[in-house]
Every structure is written in structure tokens, then in C-alpha cells.
């Protein structure tokens, strides 16, 4: 039987385009809780992108600001949140 | 024919996978690193709005300053108030009222025109419309009345004096 020469430890690249594995995920459930993760977190960031804008408007019109800050701070809690909370590196 | 040395002493495999992980710059829980620091930087600018570190043109205060010697009923004149850099706008109403307001539109800061025949105060660039009584929108898309300066006429002529800051808290 004919062994085949490695380079590295790595088989020899005989084709061009993406390598073995690519486009597969190897943990699936830890990459749908990710992008869950990112999508809820996305989701809270245009809610503040929002609120920055409403804070503004009210600065503006020397209207109280501070129902808008807590909006904001329970906001960023959520997504250090989510974010602590999200699977680590492999 | 010699054999080229090996490079590692990785199983190929978490050698393969290693290559794969690195083909991928920006890795998810990046994205959800950036998306926190973004979060965060909201979070930090609501809360320069709310200490005030931006600067209000109705709370700007300044010397006073000739708008003009007179201004004919019917007539605007521009002048600078209060500083050098922010442009106002005085207006002689029909009935002989002075009323002055600067002249940056609150929507994206064009610089708003008297409209003598129609009466009104205007802005060229996205048709913002502005009542020259009060200085309230009557029609476009600018948030906020435009802000009112206070105006002294006097022997030698008209002056600015100060801002009118009107506050809808507390209103009756």
C-alpha cells in the first residue's frame, strides 16, 4: 500500500478552495447559542442607539434625562449579561 | 530523496482545526465583545447628555452686541449672537413687534431665511417652517422651536442681550 507524504503533520493540499471542515459547524448548539446571543444582543444595542437619540431630543428641550439613563444602564447590564453568560473559547 | 523535516508535533487533526479557526479574523464571540463595547459607549454618551457636557444655544450666554441701528417693519437682519459663530436672525414683525431667534435650524443646522411676503421663517435645505411669533415649528422636520434670543432697543439702536430659555418642565 502506498503511504502518502505529509508536510507538517498536514496532508498534502491537492485542491484549491476551503479546507477539510470548512462550512461545517463542529458544535452546533454552541453556535446557535452564539448567534442567539448576538441576536438578542444587537437587538438591546439599536434600543439604545434609540434611546441616545430620544435622551438628546429631551436634553435639548430641557426635559429630564434620567428615565432615559436607567434605560440605557439596564440595557448595557443585560448585555454584559448575555455576554458573560455566553459560551467561552473552545 | 531526503524527507523534509516535520514542522510540529500537533496530531493533524488539531492541526487541521487549528488552520480552519485561524482562516476565521473575527470570531462570534468577538462580534458579541464589540457589540458590548458599542453598549457600553451608548451608555457612556447618554450619560455625557445627561451631565450636560454638550453645549445648549439657548443656555450660551454672551455680551451684548448691536444687532442694528433699526430694522424696518417687514425686514430682517442678520447678526451674530452669541457668539461670533452662531448666526441670528432679527425680525421686524407687520405690527412693529422685534423678535430674534437663531438663524441654525434645529434639524440638521442649515441656516434658516426670513420669508417676508409669506410671513414666516424658513429653511431652504428640507423645508422646515418656523413661526416668527415664537419661533415654533409650523411645518417640516425640525424637532425643536428655534432658540429665541432676547432683544433691547434702545436710543442708539437694537441689542442682543441674552437667551430665552423656555423649558416645557414645570409648564402650567
Redesign the interface.
Known sequence: MESR???????PVSNTGP????GHE?DPER?TT??A??AI??V??VG??W??TV???R????????P??AF??L??LV??A??LA?P??? | MS??P???????VQ???D???E?ASV???D???I??T???G??A???A??L?L?G?RDEATGAEVLVAREVAPGESVRFWYPSEEDPAIAIRLADGGLVAYSSVC?HLSCTVLWNGPAARIDCPCHDGRFDPLDGRVLAGPP??PLPKIELVERQDGIYAVGMV?????GEP
Open positions: 507524504r505529509t508536510r507538517g503533520g498536514l496532508p479546507g477539510l471542515g470548512a463542529r453556535a452564539l448567534h446571543r448576538i444582543v444587537a438591546i444595542v439604545q442607539l434611546g441616545l435622551a438628546l431630543d436634553y435639548f428641550e430641557h426635559e429630564s434625562v434620567a432615559l439613563i440605557e444602564a440595557s448595557f448585555v454584559l448575555v455576554w455566553a467561552g473559547e473552545h | 524527507q523534509r516535520v514542522r510540529t508535533e500537533r496530531a493533524p492541526a487541521m482545526l488552520r480552519i479557526r482562516d470570531t462570534r464571540r462580534y458579541l465583545r457589540l458590548v458599542i453598549s457600553g451608548l451608555l454618551g447618554t450619560a447628555v445627561a450636560g454638550f445648549r434645529t424637532p425643536r430659555v423656555e423649558s416645557s418642565v
